[in-house]
């Protein structure tokens, strides 16, 4: 029983070597070639790359208590968040955590598709996970507002001090996973996306996860290539307070 998948249909049932098999032959066919090198994930070279702050313990809260207080969170404060809050919420979303090069967040075969950008008044972010790093270009402070109409007007996004990015390149999953690919990148977002809501969480800030988005808008705006897919724009700020 340990050894049996059930692949899609229920009729056809393969073990794990004939899976092993048929996704290396798969693997073979594609060609590693067809994965696209991350310099045609944006259209322009950065400004600049900087180091991040290493990632601390995160305050006293347990996990079940940053569950418990988890809830979508869609007014904000004027404050930015801190550079090293901002490298704390990259690291959550798709840091390295071992030697291996295993990441806070699982992947399907460990091929990590996802890309993680973020938006901060004036400045875009592209989290490097190896080396905990961040490129970065200068940008219009207006790209908050741009996103929020490329997410259906939604006050949220254009009013976010911090917007987390969550892209993916199905590609780099498809060479492997062929007709799952899409699927399974779209749940490494939701993946990635807890993380970043948990940690939001854990350091005191609010964030709500935004999947109504025109991806080619958001595209556009971010200056991205078509290799990638957005998920979700994730604002994130310190929560306003009531009767403001
Ligand atoms: C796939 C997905 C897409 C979502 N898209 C949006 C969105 O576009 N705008 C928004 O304000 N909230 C969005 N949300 C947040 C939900 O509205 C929210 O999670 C739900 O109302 C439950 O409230 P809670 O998050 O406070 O528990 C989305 C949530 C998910 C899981």
């Known amino acids: 029983m340990a050894d049996r998948l059930d692949v899609r249909s229920p009729r056809l049932r393969l073990t794990r070597r004939h899976v092993s098999a ?4 798969g693997l073979a066919a594609a060609g590693c070639a067809t994965m696209p090198s991350k310099r045609h994930l944006s259209q322009r070279p950065p400004d600049r ?3 991040l702050p290493q990632p601390q313990p995160l305050g006293v809260l347990s996990l079940t208590e940053a569950l418990a207080r988890r809830q979508s969170v869609r007014e904000f404060e004027l404050t930015t968040p801190t550079t090293p809050q901002i490298g704390q919420l990259l690291w959550a979303a798709q840091g390295i955590t071992r030697s ?5 967040a699982p992947s399907a075969g460990a091929l990590y598709p996802l890309e993680v950008y973020a938006v901060t008044r004036g400045t875009l972010w592209h989290y490097l996970p190896d080396g905990h790093r961040a490129e970065q270009w200068d940008a219009p402070a207006t790209l908050a507002a741009e996103l929020g109409d490329a997410a259906v007007g939604q006050d949220a996004v ?3 001090p911090l917007l987390v990015v969550i892209t993916g390149v199905v590609d780099r ?17 939701g993946h990635c996306a807890q993380n970043v809501l948990l940690a939001a969480v854990a ?8 999947g109504a988005l025109s991806d ?5 705006r971010l200056g991205l290539t078509d290799a990638l897919t ?3 724009l994730v604002p994130v700020g310190t929560p306003r307070a009531a009767g403001e």
Not at 22 to 25: A, M, N, R
Not at 173 to 189: I, S
Not at 203 to 210: E, I, S
């Open 49 to 51: 790359v900087v180091s």
């Open 22 to 25: 048929l996704l290396l032959g």
């Open 158 to 160: 254009s009013s976010a």
């Open 173 to 189: 999953t498809y060479a492997k996973y062929r007709g799952r690919a899409a699927q399974f990148v779209t749940l490494e977002a």
């Open 216 to 220: 080619e808008a958001v595209r556009r």
């Open 203 to 210: 350091l005191g800030l609010g964030a709500v996860p935004v």
């Open 230 to 232: 957005p998920y979700y």
């Open 100 to 104: 291996s090069g295993g990441r806070t």
